[in-house]
């Protein structure tokens, strides 16, 4: 019987990888804590289980979130079996993909939507949700990296990047959305940047009890060097922008693995960005229901 539940939404780029990788191997020792464990290994591959769109009209969007929180609620006993009380969900996916927001410009574009295809029951007083939030200029710039390294271009010039540091959307909107959509629950939530220092405690709060990890071990998709990004980008206009091989990819990386960062933004542009996350951190913490940890 679920007693306890932990739905961890990611953001993405913000060492979920890591932490999922963690929780996904170690099962057994999340069964003696009394935790079942759904992560992205177990829900991707779930034919059905998909999330509204911001294009999708009201009629669809309605049918996707039904489909989807009926798919969850089948999935949630397999994943408890008898001896387990407490579960865990995690998926960065439910908040939408790098690749969504950049198409849009916009920081999680038709979030509500996408968290309403949780099953309501979700919304309760058990649960927990835990949200790692990330300066904006690294965020966005880490996310382009990551659509490049599956091979995927998508253009990020001046004018696509002047299109999201208007900001349209930013973290304190993205909290907004998720306590809209789940009042009841509690909501923890932490800055990227300060994941070496307060990330064991909310680790051990995911897992129901102590689960150690190592913060110091290498990210699981370290972000480009800028000559490969230059690189994939010209691969990808020769080939017409189709999807680049993955082993041309990892060449790519591996030929230009000791170059300096990408780093797409002009000092300016990523001086403004990290004063609006500093100010946006304040705001969360003064919000109602949230703990800024």
């Known amino acids: 019987m679920l007693e306890t539940f932990a739905l961890h939404l990611g953001a993405h780029k913000t060492a979920t990888t890591m932490i999922q990788r963690e929780f996904g191997k170690r099962r057994r020792e999340l069964l003696r804590l009394g935790t ?46 008898e001896t387990r009380t407490r579960l865990l969900v995690s998926e960065e996916n439910i908040l939408g993909t790098p690749r969504l927001m950049l198409r849009h410009a916009v920081l999680y574009p038709g979030l509500r939507a996408r968290l309403g295809a949780l099953p309501a029951a979700w919304n309760a007083p058990e649960t927990e949700v835990f949200l790692s939030i990330r300066d904006y200029a690294g965020f966005f710039a880490s996310c382009h990296s990551t659509i490049a390294q599956q091979g995927v271009w998508v253009p990020f010039g001046d004018r696509e990047r002047a299109a999201l540091a208007r900001m349209p959307r930013r973290w304190p909107d993205v909290v907004a959305d998720i306590r809209a959509v789940l009042p009841r629950a509690r909501l923890t939530i932490w800055r990227y940047e300060d994941l070496h220092d307060v990330g064991q405690p909310i680790i051990d709060a995911m897992a129901g009890g102590p689960f150690e990890v190592d913060f110091a071990a290498r990210e699981a998709m370290a972000s480009l060097s800028g000559a490969a990004l230059v690189r994939i980008e010209a691969e990808a206009r020769d080939r017409g922008g189709r999807k680049l091989p993955r082993d041309l990819v990892r060449r790519i990386r591996q030929d230009h693995a000791d170059g300096p960062r990408y780093a797409p933004w002009e000092a300016e542009t990523r001086d403004l960005l990290s004063q609006a996350y500093d100010e946006d951190s304040a705001a969360i913490r003064a919000m109602e229901g949230v703990t800024l940890v």
Do not use: H, I, N, S
């Not at 779930?46 to 009926?70: I, N, Y």
């Open 36 to 81: 079942g464990y759904l992560g992205p290994d177990d829900l991707r591959d779930v034919p059905g289980l998909v999330f509204p769109k911001p294009e999708m009209d009201a009629a669809r969007t309605a049918a996707v979130q039904a489909r989807t929180a009926q798919l969850f609620d089948v999935l949630v006993p397999g994943a408890l079996g």
